[in-house]
């Protein structure tokens, strides 16, 4: 997490126009919605407070700039996908329903490129662990930062796409968009604060599969805000899901297209919302994980 580009958007996907939470490097946006209930009821739902409308609304419109951004990163019409019945799928038949994630017996991949896991297999398992490694990265901090953001896209983009996906971001992750999250101007994090930006997927599917191409879908959920005592843009959560092209070159997965729209999201729950110190605590103290099977 998070080009076409959570970040990019395929403008097809039905992302933007849809009131997206885009995620490419974190910058997103979100729409939480509490059913209404009588309270007396046995599964009756207290009001959803209104400071707490009022701090999601201002995320929503905080973020919009950005997002808008990341709906104009398509792709070209370059390597599309084929059906998977085309000769040289590795596609497996899976018309039936959907299927788990399973051990395969087959040790985990120990290459890196950065902090980023790759030498994936060829197959559909391969480009689903690379589409679920490249959706964190993706939506990483690293994303803020022009030199980790660089190293990132060199990582994960094919490189016919590599200079659209930089030149776009670059512009997006300006002066005003670094203040609008609360940032400084130059996009580091001010003090005393922690800057969270976090994509954790939560499942995977292919959509469409070739010898060569494979379209990949990330469900995801990502956390997003200032963490710290004073923060005005606190940490929050968003669910949706993320659809990568992938293409196999140079013995590697690569994205060449990145679109993203809202959802699946489940109801919020009545969990007490912990404290800028207890979110700024259990960021520094859990590691983000490096998804790779």
């Known amino acids: 997490m998070s080009y076409d580009e959570q970040g990019y958007g395929n403008r097809d996907s039905g992302g933007r126009g849809d009131d997206a939470y885009s995620t490419l490097g974190g910058t997103r946006q979100t729409r939480t919605r509490l059913p209404e209930g009588d309270p007396g009821a046995p599964h009756g739902r207290r009001p959803a407070r209104n400071t707490r409308s009022l701090v999601m609304a201002a995320g929503v419109v905080v973020l919009l700039v950005a997002a808008i951004a990341f709906a104009n990163l398509g792709g070209g019409d370059n390597n599309k996908a084929t059906d998977s019945g085309a000769p040289g799928s590795s596609r497996s038949d899976t018309t039936g329903g959907t299927a788990p994630t399973a051990p395969t017996g087959t040790d985990p991949v120990t290459g890196k490129i950065g902090s980023i896991a790759s030498g994936f297999a060829h197959d559909e398992q391969g480009a689903q662990s690379a589409a679920a490694n490249y959706a964190v990265a993706l939506g990483s901090v690293g994303m803020f930062e022009k030199s980790k953001r660089d190293v990132i896209l060199n990582a994960v983009i094919a490189p016919s796409q590599i200079e659209h996906f930089r030149s776009t971001l670059d512009e997006a992750y300006s002066a005003p968009f670094f203040k609008n999250v609360g940032l400084n101007e130059d996009g580091t994090t001010p003090s005393g604060f922690t800057f ?21 879908e990330v469900w995801c959920t990502g956390l997003i805000g200032l963490a710290g005592e004073g923060s005005t843009k606190p940490v929050s959560d968003g669910w949706f899901t993320i659809t990568m092209e992938l293409s196999w070159i140079d013995g590697g997965w690569k994205a060449v297209t990145h679109s993203q729209k ?7 729950g009545d969990t007490r919302a912990s404290s800028a110190d207890e979110i700024a605590g259990a960021v520094n103290g859990f590691g983000g994980f490096t998804y790779a099977r």
């Open 262 to 268: 809202d959802g699946p999201a489940p109801v919020s």
């Open 196 to 216: 969270v930006s976090r994509t954790t997927p939560i499942g995977t599917k292919v959509t469409s599969s070739s010898a060569e191409v494979t379209t990949v």
